[in-house]
């Protein structure tokens, strides 16, 4: 059964101060990693795919990057707009289901003025 | 261009009464999924809908929930008899294809069942 565990639950940052927030999979052959960015009582906004180890995107202050196990959010000089839980998904390359995603809980981010 | 949208925004509804939650996806966005969001808990996969293809249900918690899609756009979730544990926020999403393909959320529906 495909697993996501993200790291940690919660997060208090002030501006400025950089930090990552960890994405820990177990899959059936990954076909993709997603992350998502979601404000309160909204639905999830897609931020980056990431398919293969070694692979970097980016944009604005964030950059995600995948390992055979892993996925770190880097967060650099972070504003209170960054503030929204990131939410960490998988989706599986074999089997019959290999559209849905798995996700893991999230990491509640809160960035400080 | 315009989003997944997803109606009502909120529902509260009593135990046992019947509930439906309506999704418009994207235009031209052949596939189309719902998850449920409890407090707590990460996003749950309840059904996927590709083109006329026969939908994959297996995320459906019980024979209390069914889904539909008319005409390969608008889609329709019905919970029947809803209890207590129901409550939750329904989140559709829509992808231009099933596979290799970026899924859109629509804002949700939050449904409290009292």
């Known amino acids: 059964e495909d697993q996501v565990t993200q790291s940690p639950e919660a997060l208090r940052l002030q501006e400025g101060e950089s930090s990552s927030l960890n994405c820990s999979y177990t899959v059936s052959g990954l076909r993709g990693l997603f992350w998502y960015r979601q404000d309160p009582g909204k639905g999830p906004e897609f931020l980056f795919t990431?398919?293969?180890a070694g692979e970097e995107k980016e944009k604005e202050r964030l950059k995600a990057t995948l390992t055979k196990k892993e996925s770190f959010l880097h967060i650099t000089a972070p504003k209170p707009e960054d503030s929204a839980t990131y939410l960490c998904?998988?989706?599986?390359?074999?089997?019959?289901?290999?559209?849905?995603?798995?996700f893991g809980k999230g990491t509640l981010l809160t960035v400080n003025p | 261009g315009a989003g997944v949208s997803q109606s009502p925004s909120n529902k509260v509804t009593e135990k046992g009464k019947d509930v439906e939650l309506r999704c418009d996806p994207i235009?031209?966005?052949?596939?189309l999924y719902w998850y449920r969001q409890s407090l707590g808990q990460g996003l749950e996969f309840l059904i996927y809908f590709q083109g006329n293809s026969a939908p994959d249900k297996s995320g459906l918690p019980s024979d209390r929930f069914s889904a539909e899609r008319t005409g390969g756009s608008v889609s329709t979730l019905t919970i029947q008899r809803t209890q207590q544990e129901d409550s939750a926020v329904y989140l559709c999403a829509s992808s231009y294809s099933g596979r290799e393909e970026t899924q859109y959320f629509g804002p949700g529906t939050r449904l409290l069942v009292l």
């Open positions: 235009s031209g966005h052949t596939a």
């Open positions: 998904a998988v989706q599986a390359n074999s089997g019959g289901s290999n559209y849905k995603l798995t």
């Open positions: 990431l398919y293969s």
